[in-house]
């Protein structure tokens, strides 16, 4: 165990030096002027606290990580990644899923372009996401113990923290895979074992509003966060069809951008270009990580997802050194 500590924290200071070697050397700065890519970022939740899932940023960190884009470049909606200015590096901010949190943008002192991907049926309540309801359930104090063998997904000790951390993050892995039908009943069974969860994490419908009369782009991210490679055509049809009318309803506006639940290579089905093309979108962003070419397909831009573990230094500062080491990625380390 005491090994397992000091590698994790030689790792985080190698890669630390290294990152200041590179921005110091000027190297990261001469990989982003050279290759002239667009990049996005991919963020979900805006929070101080501590987050097992890893998909919170501080919101001092995501004004940090504002200004260092501007300073590096140019921040863009996702929609004109390539138009004029092509001189400079060009960013898009984006967050996942629509959680509540998101509103602290209202707060920065300046608003800048943003896109904001929804799946609807988390801003309908008409369920919760599987993912938060697992991670609130889990970090219950009195519950010591789940079963979830019916479903082949094995049973956790909840006994100390760490127990509950692990259990988190292997069920996130292992249910994330299923069909979006087999979680409903999981989720089903744990509620009627357990009890809702009173957490809710996401925006309401007038929040939507708010966010979008800010100039804040919403995009579509399907109704069910379902994974599309999990899905017949059919049913990925049926969730782009609710998800988009639900937004173009009560927004009034066409939805032209979307984000894949998950998001890899493996996660996207073969169909997904053709039905955006039918449906007129833009552009589609995925969670494999990298800059974006002028030629890189719109329908599977890259992102990287920044969270503070990313952007911080090893005494927890934003470090300028470690957010565009991210970005050129010279050793293939971060
Ligand atoms: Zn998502």
């Given at each position: 165990m005491k090994s397992l500590y000091f590698y994790r924290i030689t790792k985080v200071w190698f890669k630390y030096i290294l990152a200041l070697v590179f921005h110091y050397l000027g190297v990261n700065n001469f990989l982003l002027k050279r290759s002239k890519s667009a990049y996005i970022l991919m963020l979900h939740r805006i929070s101080n606290s501590d987050d097992i899932l890893n998909i919170s940023i501080k919101p001092k960190n995501l004004k940090t990580a504002i200004d260092w884009c501007e300073q590096l470049g140019c921040i863009t909606d996702i929609g004109c990644l390539y138009g004029e200015n092509e001189l400079n590096s060009r960013f898009a901010i984006t967050f996942d899923d629509g959680y509540s949190s998101v509103l602290k943008v209202l707060e920065l002192p300046k608003i800048v372009p943003m896109t904001v991907y929804l799946s609807t049926g988390f801003i309908e309540k008409s369920r919760s996401f599987w993912a938060t309801y697992i991670e609130s359930l889990l970090m219950k104090d009195r519950i010591r113990y789940i079963d979830l063998n019916e479903f082949n997904l094995g049973s956790y000790r909840l006994a100390s923290c760490r127990q509950r951390r692990n259990a988190i993050l292997v069920l996130n892995k292992k249910i994330k895979l299923l069909h979006p039908s087999v979680i409903q009943e999981i989720i089903n069974s744990l509620e009627d074992k357990?009890?809702?969860?009173?957490?809710?994490e996401f925006l309401n419908w007038n929040q939507v509003k708010q966010l979008s009369e800010a100039g804040i782009t919403i995009g579509s991210h399907t109704h069910n966060h379902a994974i599309t490679s999990r899905l017949s055509k059919m049913d990925f049809e049926q969730e782009m069809q609710l998800s988009h009318e639900l937004i173009e309803q009560k927004l009034g506006q066409e939805v032209q951008h979307f984000a894949y639940p998950n998001g890899q290579a493996q996660d996207i089905a073969p169909f997904c270009h053709e039905i955006l093309r039918q449906k007129r979108f833009d552009t589609a962003v995925t969670t494999i990580e990298g800059g974006n070419a002028i030629d890189q397909d719109t329908y599977m831009l890259k992102r990287f997802n920044l969270s503070n573990e990313r952007m911080e230094n090893p005494w927890g500062k934003p470090s300028k050194a470690m957010f565009t080491s991210m970005l050129t990625n010279p050793l293939s380390i971060y």
């Amino acid at each position: 165990m005491k090994s397992l500590y000091f590698y994790r924290i030689t790792k985080v200071w190698f890669k630390y030096i290294l990152a200041l070697v590179f921005h110091y050397l000027g190297v990261n700065n001469f990989l982003l002027k050279r290759s002239k890519s667009a990049y996005i970022l991919m963020l979900h939740r805006i929070s101080n606290s501590d987050d097992i899932l890893n998909i919170s940023i501080k919101p001092k960190n995501l004004k940090t990580a504002i200004d260092w884009c501007e300073q590096l470049g140019c921040i863009t909606d996702i929609g004109c990644l390539y138009g004029e200015n092509e001189l400079n590096s060009r960013f898009a901010i984006t967050f996942d899923d629509g959680y509540s949190s998101v509103l602290k943008v209202l707060e920065l002192p300046k608003i800048v372009p943003m896109t904001v991907y929804l799946s609807t049926g988390f801003i309908e309540k008409s369920r919760s996401f599987w993912a938060t309801y697992i991670e609130s359930l889990l970090m219950k104090d009195r519950i010591r113990y789940i079963d979830l063998n019916e479903f082949n997904l094995g049973s956790y000790r909840l006994a100390s923290c760490r127990q509950r951390r692990n259990a988190i993050l292997v069920l996130n892995k292992k249910i994330k895979l299923l069909h979006p039908s087999v979680i409903q009943e999981i989720i089903n069974s744990l509620e009627d074992k357990f009890g809702n969860s009173d957490k809710n994490e996401f925006l309401n419908w007038n929040q939507v509003k708010q966010l979008s009369e800010a100039g804040i782009t919403i995009g579509s991210h399907t109704h069910n966060h379902a994974i599309t490679s999990r899905l017949s055509k059919m049913d990925f049809e049926q969730e782009m069809q609710l998800s988009h009318e639900l937004i173009e309803q009560k927004l009034g506006q066409e939805v032209q951008h979307f984000a894949y639940p998950n998001g890899q290579a493996q996660d996207i089905a073969p169909f997904c270009h053709e039905i955006l093309r039918q449906k007129r979108f833009d552009t589609a962003v995925t969670t494999i990580e990298g800059g974006n070419a002028i030629d890189q397909d719109t329908y599977m831009l890259k992102r990287f997802n920044l969270s503070n573990e990313r952007m911080e230094n090893p005494w927890g500062k934003p470090s300028k050194a470690m957010f565009t080491s991210m970005l050129t990625n010279p050793l293939s380390i971060y």
